[in-house]
C-alpha cells in the first residue's frame, strides 16, 4: 500500500514552453501533498504544499506564476512549469501525506526535467 | 518488482551507536541516499554511496555492499536530536529514486 506515482518519468523540452507532471497517490487519499527540488547531491528542497481544493502554499523564494500546481482531486497533483528555461532542469519529486496518525509521507519517483 | 527495505522502527540510548540497514532489490544501481527527515521538515541530505564501501561524515558513517543489495547508515554518539526518521533511497537503472518506507529512530535520555 501507500504508492505514489509521478507521470512522466523523464521529459526533455525546450526552452520556452510549459511542462506538466502529475503526481497520484495510488491507494490512498492525499489531502496534502508535497513538492520537492533535489539538485544534484543535495538535500530536497520543498517547493510547495499542495492542499486539496484550496491554493499551494510555496516556500519562500519559489516563483508560484512559474511552478503552477493544482490540487483537483484527493489522488492528484500536478506542477507545471511554465516557461521553462534550462536553469529549471532538475529532478522534481513529490510525496503524499498518510491519513495516519503519524502524518507519514509516501515519496513519488521523481520526474526528470531537462530543459534545452 | 522493485524494493527497499528498513526497519520501520529502532529505539537506541543517548550516547550509543545504532546502525540502520536497507536492503534493496531494483533494476539497476546508480547510487543510493540517505535522508533524515524531522517531522514536518523536508529532507535533508545526509550521503551518497555509488562505490562499495565506508564513508565517514563526522557522527555519521554510511556503507554500500552492491553485490550484497545492501547499505547501513551508522549514527555514533547520538544526541536527543537524532530522533527523526531515516529514509534509504535507490536510484535505479532509469534514474528513478526508489524509496524505502523510513525507519523511525527514538532516541532514548
Known amino acids: 500500500g501507500a504508492v505514489v506515482s509521478q507521470h512522466p518519468s523523464r521529459v526533455i523540452c525546450k526552452s520556452g514552453t510549459s511542462v506538466k507532471i502529475e503526481c497520484r497517490s495510488l491507494d490512498f487519499q492525499a489531502t496534502t501533498m508535497f513538492w520537492y527540488r533535489q539538485f544534484p547531491k543535495k538535500s530536497l528542497m520543498l517547493m510547495a504544499t499542495?492542499?486539496?481544493?484550496?491554493?499551494?502554499?510555496?516556500e519562500q523564494g519559489v516563483e508560484k506564476d512559474k511552478f503552477l500546481i493544482n490540487h483537483a482531486s484527493l489522488t492528484l497533483s500536478t506542477l507545471t512549469v511554465t516557461s521553462a528555461h534550462p536553469e529549471d532542469s532538475s529532478f522534481y519529486i513529490c510525496s503524499a501525506e498518510g491519513t495516519g496518525e503519524m502524518y507519514e509521507q509516501y515519496f513519488g519517483p521523481g520526474t526528470r526535467l531537462t530543459v534545452t | 518488482g522493485q524494493n527497499i527495505d528498513q526497519p520501520t522502527e529502532m529505539t537506541a540510548t543517548e550516547g550509543a551507536i545504532v546502525q540502520i540497514n536497507c536492503t534493496y532489490q531494483t533494476s539497476g544501481f546508480n547510487g543510493l541516499f540517505w535522508y533524515q527527515q524531522h517531522a514536518g521538515e523536508a529532507p535533508t541530505f545526509l550521503s551518497y554511496?555509488?562505490l562499495d564501501g565506508l564513508e565517514e561524515k563526522g557522527r555519521f558513517s554510511s556503507f554500500l555492499s552492491r553485490s550484497k543489495g545492501y547499505s547501513y547508515l551508522l549514527l555514533k554518539e547520538l544526541q536527543m536530536k537524532d530522533s527523526a526518521s531515516y529514509l534509504c533511497?535507490?536510484?535505479?537503472?532509469?534514474?528513478?529514486?526508489?524509496w524505502g518506507a523510513g525507519t523511525k529512530l527514538i532516541i532514548k535520555p
Open positions: 499542495s492542499n486539496e481544493g484550496s491554493k499551494a502554499t510555496y
Open positions: 533511497a535507490v536510484v535505479d537503472s532509469n534514474y528513478q529514486l526508489i
Open positions: 554511496n555509488v
